[in-house]
């Protein structure tokens, strides 16, 4: 089963440097927007990566420096089952 990093949401306290740090390796803005005074969302990728990180303001509640990772499946049933310990039947 295929099992793929799409996104990281990282807690920065600072997304201008975050974004300056980030393009200074040669990622990719995919994009920037503000929506309000409190709500901002910067997304990167790396060159070549099908997987992008996200920072921004209001965007999580964790502490500056930790960071939350996503995986994406083609089927949550089995991605379930597995994590589960549950064998599926072949097909």
């Not at 995919?30 to 901002?40: G, H, K, V, Y």
């Not at 060159?47 to 994406?72: C, D, E, M, N, Q």
């Amino acid at each position: 089963m295929d099992m793929k990093l799409e996104v990281t949401v990282i807690a920065v306290s600072d997304p201008d440097r975050a974004k300056q740090f980030y393009k200074s390796l040669g990622w990719r803005e995919d994009a920037d927007f503000t929506f309000s005074e409190d709500q901002r969302v910067v997304q990167l990728t790396p060159p070549g990566s099908p997987a992008s990180v996200h920072f921004g303001l209001g965007w999580t509640t964790a502490a500056p420096g930790s960071a939350r990772s996503y995986l994406i499946v083609d089927d949550i049933e089995a991605a379930r089952a597995r994590r589960a310990g549950i064998r599926q039947p072949s097909s």
